[in-house]
């Protein structure tokens, strides 16, 4: 799968640390920022608008009914990571 391309200027302090971790954690610095973002809610925020989004298209869930999964099943996946 092809990933587009985002370049960022951040501290050289904040560039060591993620290299630093991505290098103990066996994982590429991409992969550190990604976690980190699902981390902060980030990712997670777009998890759940697009469940919201499949639930409005395959059944006949009100809004209310819709939001109310996605952020059950958004905070079923994040149990399940900790």
Do not use: C, F, H, Y
């Amino acid at each position: 799968m092809t990933m587009p391309q985002l370049t960022i200027k951040i501290s050289e302090k904040a560039t060591t640390a993620l290299q630093r971790v991505a290098a103990a954690r066996g994982r590429t610095v991409d992969q550190v920022v990604e976690e980190s973002l699902e981390i902060a809610g980030i990712l997670a925020q777009r998890e759940a608008a697009a469940l919201v989004d499949r639930a409005r298209k395959s059944s006949d869930l009100s809004n209310a009914e819709a939001l109310e999964l996605a952020v059950t099943e958004t905070r079923a996946v994040r149990r399940g990571r900790r």
